[in-house]
């Protein structure tokens, strides 16, 4: 299953980055393969509309959870019917190491 | 645990107009891109303001949590807000009937997390695999400050002796009677709502 984290950079050790829509890059983690990709996020600056746009780019490579500091109220319902499961990281210092450690589980 | 299940927020009523448009001199003139109020900001509007149900009864209404809904009525006020001080035009359309997910904590690794499967039980955290998973009390966004909405700024007096009680959302006045009288009550304003909040229970 395809997990997207998002993170502040392009490295394993990169901190998970607190935004969802304007977040520097997408992990795309599978967790059967143990893949990883470093995906930049197109809509970062975004003048408007980050967080739906954000969401198309994640959506398309079929992921079916978001790992992310925080997802905005316009951004809940996309995924909802996207059926796409959001899960909330409040703690800013996790790696992208230390959260596909746990999706490993 | 027994998770809730999913709801389908729905609007019952769709509105009798498109939207609407400011007229005289000026009309037009400012930003003409119309403000677009969304069918379930619609909804909530009319279920509190015009049926004058309390955000409780509504939100159970329209299939929504507390937290959702409060969100969905405050966006609305914000539009219409902006909309007549801007003198913009209202649009009333889109928004759409969704699955509002119910939220999850889990207390191993201190993760939110919503349940998209209404059928499947949550069982196990999605992140690190623990089963110390609990409903989360709402949304994780803070929703706004809680406040008593079934009881407002107004209460409800009566003519003839003048006494009052705290007047309820969803209970029109003219429902209530004084019960020395035995008249109906009419609303009234409360000067000083604040201070009745806090010194609750003392009646004067
Ligand atoms: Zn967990
Ligand atoms: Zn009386
Ligand atoms: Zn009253």
Redesign the interface.
Known sequence: MKVAITSTGNSHDSLIDPRFGRCAYFVIYDTESKVIAFIPNKARDAEEGAGPQAVQQVASHEVK?I?SG??G?KI??LL??L?????????PDKRIMD?ME??D? | MSPRSKRLRKVINPPLVKGFKPYGPDAGKGITEAVNLHFEEYEALRLCDYDKYNHHEASGIMGVSRPTFTRIYSSARQKIALAFVEGRQISIEGGKVYFDSDWYHCINCKCFFNNIEKDQKVEYCPLCGSNKVIEAESEVESSPEEIREDECADFCVCPQCGYEQPHHHGRPCSHQFCPSCNVHLKRKARPNFQQFRHGKGKKH
């Open positions: 959870k790992v925080e997802f109220i809940k319902p909802d019917s059926k796409i499961q959001m899960i909330v990281v409040k703690d959260i746990m999706l589980h």
